[in-house]
């Protein structure tokens, strides 16, 4: 079984993910290139945190046009497992394989704090280990991490179950408190909170098993738990 | 071949929040003086030259690629151009 952590110019957190996957929950896990191709024995996907392209023009825009995007449409289509952390979810959201869009903050400020979220889906390859309402302390850091849909969107979000997370309190203005959503497939993960920075107990002040059972959760769809 | 500006405008749609515009007038324009200004939007201006047979067609090219890359985002924003002669 193995990961790939795709690397955007401008991603900075590809290497804390690369370490939480191999070093902590032991699975084989490999940095790609955006402008290389996937390695061919891959098992799940996970677009990191970071600043692709300096936000230039909108974040996540400019990398949700790289070459290996293409890929990840088609293994999307497969039901791969994917997930998408911060930029990632900007990118997987910008690339069209999420609903939405994901504004400045309200405050206008880049805001990096400890936060909680609620888990509203359990059964997606990312929270398949945790319970429903089960609270996350978790890291947050961006600037443009407000996510926005509009009615008919969130609508149909609720509707197909695809709100996997939200904060237990306001943050920075998104929609119905959103703060990491799935495709309808539910094999398309993006959330803005920072779980890398989160599941080991010597980085994170409140509690780093939730988010560690975030990994667990990818562990366990794999069959390597 | 004649060269055209075109500025292409991007703007939040009007149901979107806009927390900048908001700052510039409740913590700058409003808080120094009396002032008829009731609103402001902020956006963002992009500046392209571009070769074509004619300005109709520079828009058209510029709106192509606007569309095809999402140079907004047609969730949230909308865009409006401006043309030239260069």
């Known amino acids: 079984m193995k990961v790939a952590v795709v690397v955007f110019p ?94 400045k903050n309200t405050s206008l400020t880049f805001m990096c704090k400890w936060t909680e979220i609620i888990v509203k889906n359990n ?9 429903l309402n ?27 179950n695809q ?11 998104a929609s119905l408190d959103i703060a990491g959503i799935c495709n309808k497939q539910r094999n398309v993960v993006g959330m803005m909170p920072h779980p890398e920075r989160s599941a080991e107990s010597i980085i994170n002040p409140k509690n780093s098993k939730p988010a560690s059972l975030i990994f667990e959760s990818l562990l366990n769809t794999l069959g390597v738990a | 071949m004649p060269s055209f500006k075109v500025d292409v405008i991007i703007e939040n749609k009007p149901e ?19 002032t008829p200004v009731k609103k402001v939007r902020s956006a963002k201006m992009l500046k392209f030259e571009v070769e074509a047979k004619n300005q109709k067609l520079a828009e058209k090219i510029v709106m192509e690629l606007c569309n095809e890359f999402r140079i907004y985002n047609p969730l ?3 865009v409006s151009v401006e043309s030239f002669d260069a």
Not at chain 1, 50 to 58: E, Q, W
Not at chain 1, 78 to 91: E, Y
Not at chain 2, 16 to 28: K, Q, R, V
Request: hydrophobic share 40%; aromatic share 8%.
């Open chain 1, 123 to 131: 059964k997606t390859p990312f929270t398949n280990k945790l319970k």
């Open chain 2, 76 to 78: 949230v924003s909308k």
């Open chain 1, 10 to 103: 401008g991603s900075n957190c590809d290497r804390d993910m690369h370490y939480v996957f191999s070093d902590v929950f032991k699975l084989k896990t490999e940095l790609v290139w955006h402008t290389d191709e996937l390695p061919k024995n891959i098992d799940a996907i996970v677009l990191p945190g970071g600043f692709s392209y300096g936000d230039r023009l909108r974040a996540g825009v400019i990398a949700a046009h790289s070459p290996v995007i293409s890929e990840i449409k088609k293994m999307a289509e497969k039901r791969m497992p994917i997930l998408g952390v911060c930029n990632g979810f900007q990118i997987l959201v910008e690339a069209g394989l999420l609903p939405g869009a994901l504004l």
């Open chain 2, 16 to 34: 979107i929040s806009d927390p900048e515009g908001d700052t510039i007038l409740n913590d700058l324009i409003l808080k120094k003086r009396d």
């Open chain 1, 134 to 160: 089960q609270r996350i302390p978790i890291a947050i850091a961006n600037g443009e991490g407000r996510y926005y849909a509009d009615k008919e969107t969130l609508k149909l979000l609720k509707k197909n």
């Open chain 1, 163 to 173: 709100i996997v997370f939200t904060y237990a309190e306001e943050v920075n203005g």
